[in-house]
């Protein structure tokens, strides 16, 4: 085992599963990890300045011994290649091992120059949750080729740097060291709608304002793991102001802007909270719009966005029905698939519980099935 790890990385923000990541290294014998915060990546623009993803790094890790920071990439400038900073950190670190992801494996063909990279230093990889056959084909494509890859027995739990950042904006800073927390705080970063959030704790119930986090969490998943690319600050204002107006519905309030049909009536709230979500709260994007008005019910012919927040609603991380982990992986296999059985699932509560289907929901379920 070599002696120094070097875990490359956004660490925008650096979170805890960062750190259980570097702690399980050092535990299979590295002496020491070395976080190398990404100058620009290459792939993405970061959401606040290298001085602040520094600053973070050295007050999460501030407890922990055998963890370091370099600040190379910051001090080569512009966008760095693993095969230009690898020498450069071996001639500093001298015997080192490269840390990556399982998806980082899964694409290292897209790097710059990876033949090289394969022969500068052992890889130690982190597999994807249940190792898929591409990380295996990745595994064995690159070992042939030579590359001394170590698989790590442990599978970090499935936190996105995406999801924290947005969840920060609720206040949720749960998965992020205490200290890194504060920072964020005390400097108000990845906070660009922590406004309408402020408004919304005050005009939902805290067990709402609880579900609505995690229907965020979950939509966010949901966009990247399913590949749907939608835009990322819709999806969550979208989610978080799905039920904006559960708590408002049901309390005397003007019914004119909402069809006639459904006051009263439990889906209620996607119609007042489409209306108080442009209203109150300035969102004028009709995407966002519609997927809070057909949350609920759902429509024909759905668009991705609201088939999305419809879905991420029934399958957040609380919800324990029967059959819902069967739906949760359904979705990941099939995004279209998924959703119609989100649909049917849905429908069928309401017939058993023998509660009003709202016309808006036959239509739905005529429509898709
Ligand atoms: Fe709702
Ligand atoms: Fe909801």
């Known amino acids: 085992m070599a002696k120094t790890g070097i875990f490359g990385g956004a660490f925008d923000p650096l979170h805890d599963s960062h750190i259980a990541m570097a702690e399980k290294a050092l535990s299979d014998g590295m002496d020491k990890i070395v976080f190398v915060p990404s100058g620009i990546p290459p792939h993405k623009s970061c959401n606040v300045s290298f001085e602040d993803r520094i600053e973070m790094l050295k007050k999460g890790l501030s407890d922990h011994d055998n963890f370091e920071i370099s600040t190379i990439e910051y001090e080569l400038g512009g966008t760095n290649y693993a095969c230009d900073v690898i020498p450069l950190l071996k001639k500093k670190y001298g015997d080192i091992m490269y840390i990556i992801g399982g998806d980082s494996l899964i694409d290292l063909g897209k790097w710059k120059n990876p033949d090289k990279v394969i022969k500068l230093a052992p890889l130690y990889v982190f597999p994807r949750a249940d190792r898929d056959e591409e990380f295996e084909k990745a595994l064995s494509f690159w070992r ?3 590359a001394d890859v170590t698989v790590s027995d442990f599978e970090p739990k499935a936190v996105s740097s995406t999801c924290v950042r947005y969840l920060i904006n609720m206040d949720k800073t749960d998965g ?14 990845y906070r660009k709608f922590a406004g309408m959030a402020e408004k919304l704790k005050k005009e939902v119930l805290e067990k709402t304002y609880d579900h609505i986090a995690r229907t965020c969490e979950c939509a966010l998943r949901l ?7 939608l ?10 102001l799905h039920d904006c107006a559960k708590l408002r519905s049901r309390q005397p309030h003007d019914a004119s802007c909402v069809p006639a049909d459904c006051v009263g009536s439990e889906v209620e709230h996607q119609f007042l909270g489409a ?12 995407e966002i719009l519609s997927a809070i008005r057909s949350h609920c019910t759902g ?9 999305l927040i419809f879905c991420a609603d029934m399958l957040e991380d609380a919800r324990d029905f029967q059959g819902v982990d069967r739906l949760r992986t359904l979705i990941r296999e099939d995004f279209e698939r998924g959703f119609v059985a989100c649909l049917e699932k849905s429908y069928e ?7 009003d289907i709202y016309p808006l929901t036959q239509q739905a379920v005529d429509y898709y099935q």
Do not use: R
């Open 176 to 189: 992020i060291p205490k200290k890194v927390a504060d920072y964020i705080m005390k400097k108000g970063l």
């Open 275 to 286: 209306v108080i979500a442009e209203k109150e709260y300035g969102v004028n994007d009709g």
């Open 223 to 229: 966009n990247f793991e399913c590949g749907l690319c």
């Open 349 to 355: 509560y309401l017939v058993e519980k023998q509660c």
């Open 299 to 307: 429509k024909p012919d759905m668009n991705a966005i609201e088939k």
């Open 231 to 240: 835009d990322n600050d819709k999806v969550f204002l979208a989610a978080m």
């Open 144 to 146: 042939a080729k030579g």
